[in-house]
């Protein structure tokens, strides 16, 4: 059960792939069908984001966070890591989510504080940061979740400063996170660079970089803006020209995501590398592809059938 530990301490290059819960039920066949096809490639594990709108513990749900990961593992039998959150939740909810985790089965948490609601949205807002949350998972349950936490290359906008939210990151991983997943970015030396101020203060666990393929134009603004990220100059000078050409900014966004696994793979500046898919299946695989990391097994994965229909590996 610490398998995902065990193998990112063993040192091969390797990748893991985020999804959000698909909105519809509908979707769902879609989704595990997908999900089927790209653990074909060998992913290390695939997570499922913890995603508000979805009611995202109710089990009774078939799109929530928490029935869609418990899907992954156990029609797609793959590693799979939940994210949750705790920011809107009290002390409480939270550990009763934690124990729903344990008896789905999961074994993997990326612990998180979430986004904090619009003041007029829910005024009940508890506040609670990730740290809280990886804490009362440890003096709880021990060591029978492997922990993982967010970092912010370029800090994380409500920070203090930068030097301070790498604290607060140390702290974090001093409570019990074991590996890192890293926001996205969009240059090889901003990841580097946060890299070495973390080995520098003391934060000695494996970093990954979490690297979004653009996959359009307004897109790509759209999810810089709601992250605070500033998009480089000569990012946007490249995407001008071409941007009401969605094939064109495909292509360009699989190129670019490329290069940058590739320099940090090869540099060894990252020991493996985090695809946040948005839920695209063909960009994903060529990436991997690219990078010669995708290992496309002799066993075709085949169609998941929902509620009980033959599958091959159940
Ligand atoms: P925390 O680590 O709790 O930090 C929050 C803020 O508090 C930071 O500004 C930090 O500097 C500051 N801080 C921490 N400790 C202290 C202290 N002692 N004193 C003062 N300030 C302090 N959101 C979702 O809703 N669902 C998801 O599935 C999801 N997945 C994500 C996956 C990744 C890889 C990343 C990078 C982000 C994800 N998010 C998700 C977004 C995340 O919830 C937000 O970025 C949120 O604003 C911060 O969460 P956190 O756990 O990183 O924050």
New binding site residues.
């Given amino acids: 059960h610490k398998r995902i530990q065990k193998r990112i301490n063993a040192g091969d290059p390797f990748f893991s792939l985020?999804f959000?819960p698909p909105k519809t039920t509908q979707g769902v066949v879609n989704f595990f069908n997908r999900v089927e096809r790209l653990r074909e490639g060998g992913p290390m594990f695939v997570d499922?984001?913890?995603?508000?709108g979805s009611d995202p513990a109710n089990l009774n749900k078939e799109t929530s966070?928490s029935s869609i990961a418990a899907g992954c593992l156990d029609f797609c039998r793959v590693d799979t890591m939940l994210?949750?959150?705790c920011?809107q939740y009290t002390k409480e909810q939270t550990m009763k989510n934690l124990e729903q985790c344990k008896e789905m089965g999961i074994r993997n948490l990326?612990?998180?504080?979430?986004?904090?609601p619009q003041q007029d949205e829910n005024p009940i807002v508890y506040k609670y940061?990730?740290?809280?949350m990886i804490r009362w998972t440890v003096e709880q349950f021990g060591d029978y979740f492997t922990i993982a936490?967010?970092?912010?290359p370029m800090?994380?906008?409500?920070?203090?400063s930068y030097a301070?939210?790498l604290q607060?990151?140390k702290?974090?991983v001093d409570a019990g996170a074991q590996f890192i997943?890293?926001?996205?970015f969009f240059e090889e030396a901003v990841f580097e660079k946060f890299v070495r101020d973390c080995r520098e203060i003391g934060i000695t666990v494996p970093i990954i970089p979490?690297i979004m393929p653009i996959g359009g134009y307004e897109n790509i603004r759209r999810i810089a803006e709601l992250?605070k990220l500033t998009i480089p100059d000569w990012l946007l000078n490249a995407l001008e020209p071409i941007k009401q050409n969605d094939e064109a900014v495909r292509n360009y966004g699989i190129h670019l995501a490329t290069q940058l696994c590739r320099n940090l793979l090869n540099k060894k500046t990252a020991p493996s590398v985090?695809i946040?898919t948005m839920n695209r299946e063909s960009a994903c695989r060529e990436i991997l592809q690219n990078l010669g990391l995708w290992q496309q097994t002799s066993i075709r994965a085949l169609p998941w059938v929902p509620h009980g229909g033959h599958h091959p590996i159940r």
């Fill in positions: 985020e959000f499922v984001t913890w995603h508000m966070s994210h949750i959150t920011a990326l612990a998180l504080r979430g986004d904090l940061r990730a740290l809280d936490a967010s970092g912010y800090g994380h906008p409500e920070a203090p301070a939210d607060y990151l702290s974090k997943i890293t926001q996205l979490g992250s985090h946040y």
